[in-house]
C-alpha cells in the first residue's frame, strides 16, 4: 500500500472510531442500569473502554505492549515525580470536609475510569493506529483529536464557547503530555493515573461551582500558560525516551547555558 492508501486508512479508522465511542456507545441505554449517581457514569466509561479495546484489537492489537504494568525502577520514579509534581497542587485544594467519605470514593472510582476509558482510546486506538508515521506524529495528531473531542462539551454539554475553546487548548497539550508520559514509561497506566486523578477536583466541586466554572469567561493566560508547561513536559519525556535521548538533552542545556560544561 502506497503512502496515500496509508493515508486514507489511517483517516477512515480514526473517523470510524470517533464515531464508534462517541456515537454508538452513546445509544446504549445505560442509564436503565440498576444504578444511580456516579455509578451510571462508571458504567458508561467502562462500556466506551470495553469498545476502545475492541478496536484496538481490530486495527493496531501491537498497542496491547503498553498495557504491561512492570517498568524500570527509573522510569517509574520519573513517571512518579511528574505525577506528583501535577497532582499534588490539585488535590491540596480539594474541600474534602465539604464531601462524605462515600463521595470521595465515588469520585476516585468514577475519575480513574474517565482516565482509563479517555486514555485507551486517545493513547491507545488513536496513537496506535497513527503510529506508523512516527511517534511524534501520533503524539501530536491524537493529543490534537484529544483537545477537539472536548468540542462536545459545548455542543451538548451546556458549557460556555469561550470555556470550552480554552478547554480544547489545555486537553489537546494535556493530552500531549500524557502521551509523552506513556512514551517515555512504555505503559498506558501512568497516564492513565494522571488523567484520572487530575479530574478528581472538578468531580468533587458543588454542582454550583461546577455550573459557574464551565459556564463562565475563558482563563486564556491560565490555559495557555498550562499549555506551554504541558507540552514542554511532553517534549522532554518523547526525546529522553530515545536511545539516546538524555545525551541530546544534556546538549540542549548546554547551548541554553542551563548546565555548565565541567573544565578538564
Not at 181 to 187: A, C, K
Not at 192 to 203: E, F, K, N
Not at 252 to 260: D, T
Request: proline share 2%; aromatic share 12%; glycine share 10%.
Amino acid at each position: 500500500m502506497n503512502s496515500r492508501g496509508y493515508l486514507v486508512k489511517s483517516l477512515v479508522v480514526v473517523i470510524l472510531g470517533t464515531l464508534c465511542t462517541t456515537w454508538l456507545v452513546g445509544l446504549i441505554p445505560i442509564h436503565r442500569l440498576p444504578v444511580h449517581g456516579m455509578w451510571i457514569g462508571i458504567s458508561y466509561h467502562f462500556v466506551s473502554a470495553l469498545s476502545s479495546l475492541m478496536l484496538i484489537r481490530i486495527f493496531c492489537p501491537g498497542v496491547f505492549a503498553r498495557f504491561r504494568f512492570g517498568i524500570s525502577r527509573q522510569k517509574m520514579m520519573a513517571g512518579g515525580a511528574v505525577l506528583a509534581l501535577l497532582l499534588a497542587p490539585e488535590l491540596l485544594h480539594i474541600s474534602y470536609m465539604h464531601n462524605s467519605m462515600s463521595r470521595i470514593f465515588q469520585g476516585v472510582i468514577f475519575t480513574l475510569w474517565i482516565g482509563i476509558d479517555e486514555e485507551i482510546f486517545s493513547r491507545g486506538f488513536i496513537f496506535g493506529s497513527l503510529e506508523h508515521y512516527g511517534v511524534g506524529v501520533a503524539a501530536a495528531i491524537s493529543s490534537v483529536h484529544f483537545g477537539l473531542l472536548h468540542l462536545g462539551n459545548y455542543v451538548w454539554g451546556g458549557q460556555s464557547r469561550a470555556y470550552t475553546a480554552s478547554q480544547i487548548v489545555s486537553a489537546a497539550a494535556f493530552g500531549y503530555l500524557c502521551a509523552g508520559l506513556m512514551i517515555y514509561t512504555g505503559t498506558i497506566w501512568v497516564p492513565i493515573a494522571l488523567h484520572g486523578l487530575s479530574d478528581l477536583p472538578m468531580v468533587l466541586q458543588s454542582s454550583a461551582q461546577y455550573t459557574q466554572q464551565v459556564t463562565g469567561s475563558a482563563d486564556w493566560i491560565g490555559a495557555i500558560a498550562s499549555a506551554i508547561f504541558y507540552v514542554g513536559i511532553g517534549w522532554l519525556l518523547i526525546h529522553a525516551s530515545k536511545s539516546d535521548g538524555f545525551e541530546k538533552l544534556r546538549a540542549v542545556a548546554f547551548k541554553f547555558g542551563l548546565l555548565e560544561q565541567k573544565s578538564t
